[in-house]
């Protein structure tokens, strides 16, 4: 098991830049696959993106491919989403997520541990 907290979420105008972190403790960072999700008031979490353990692979969803990095740096133990040109639909709850699975999984019962969230609004 491994506990997660995320950090860097905040208000932003459309257009503008965010880097979401997320930092892993309690067990072995490098043997997790990492996700990010987010949820909007009144649906269902999201996949957003995802990066395999070493970094070699990374997928994102449509919604977001060619605006939104993964990135991982497994010496700090930590799980970046670097999110440029936001827009007013990107506002949600973003989550952080940990998976044991052996391959890389946008299914969220693929992730085992998640962080509490951070709050990203973007404002038109």
């Known amino acids: 098991q491994v506990q997660l907290v995320e950090s860097g979420g905040g208000l932003v105008t459309a257009g503008g830049s965010l880097r979401l972190s997320c930092l892993a403790s309690?067990?072995?960072?490098?043997?997790?696959?990492m996700g990010w999700f987010r949820q909007a008031p009144g649906k269902e979490r999201e996949f957003v993106a995802a990066?395999?353990?070493?970094?070699?692979?990374?997928y994102y969803a449509d919604s977001v491919k060619g605006r939104f990095t993964i990135s991982r740096d497994n010496a700090k133990k930590t799980v970046y989403l670097q999110m440029n040109s936001l827009k007013p639909e990107d506002t949600a709850v973003y989550y952080c997520a940990a998976s044991k699975v052996s391959s890389v999984s946008y299914y969220r019962g693929a992730y085992d541990d998640w962080g509490q969230g951070t709050q990203v609004t973007v404002s038109s």
């Open positions: 990066i395999s353990r070493y970094g070699g692979s990374t």
């Open positions: 309690g067990g072995t960072f490098s043997r997790y696959n």
